[in-house]
Nanobody
Framework: QVQLVESGGGLVQPGGSLRLSCVASGSISRISVMAWYRQVPGKERELVATITQYGTTNYANSVKDRFTISRDDAKKAVYLQMNSLEAEDTAVYHC???????????????WGQGTLVTVSS
């Protein structure tokens, strides 16, 4: 079974830090773009950060200079280091990856189930 599994969410005080992880499993031969999104109930899902297979990163203006996305291709993982957290960062964080399955020729878009981040004092 091919899937993405996130971890690392939790409750943190304003100004604190968290590191989210997302690991892909299954018969995957290659992963191209990986990304983190977040969603607050009643609002649209928001793109937080992306990283290509070449290491090029892009961030939403709201998290620039506070969040850092990185990846470890050997572990089929993507990470999101979140610093200086604010109450407005409270959301369910989802990872997404474009994966090439073994023996296939087209990329498949996978989503994780999400991990809740709550920033509150």
């Amino acid at each position: 079974q091919v899937q993405l599994v996130e971890s690392g969410g939790g409750l943190v005080q304003p100004g604190g830090s968290l590191r989210l992880s997302c690991v892909a499993s299954g018969s995957i031969s290659r992963i191209s773009v990986m990304a983190w999104y977040r969603q607050v109930p009643g609002k649209e899902r928001e793109l937080v950060a992306t990283i290509t297979q070449y290491g090029t990163t892009n961030y939403a203006n709201s998290v620039k200079d506070r969040f850092t996305i990185s990846r470890d291709d050997a572990k089929k993982a993507v990470y999101l280091q979140m610093n200086s957290l604010e109450a407005e960062d409270t959301a369910v964080y989802h990872c997404k990856a474009a994966v090439l399955l073994s023996g296939r020729y087209t990329y498949l878009e996978l989503w994780g189930q999400g991990t809740l981040v709550t920033v509150s004092s």
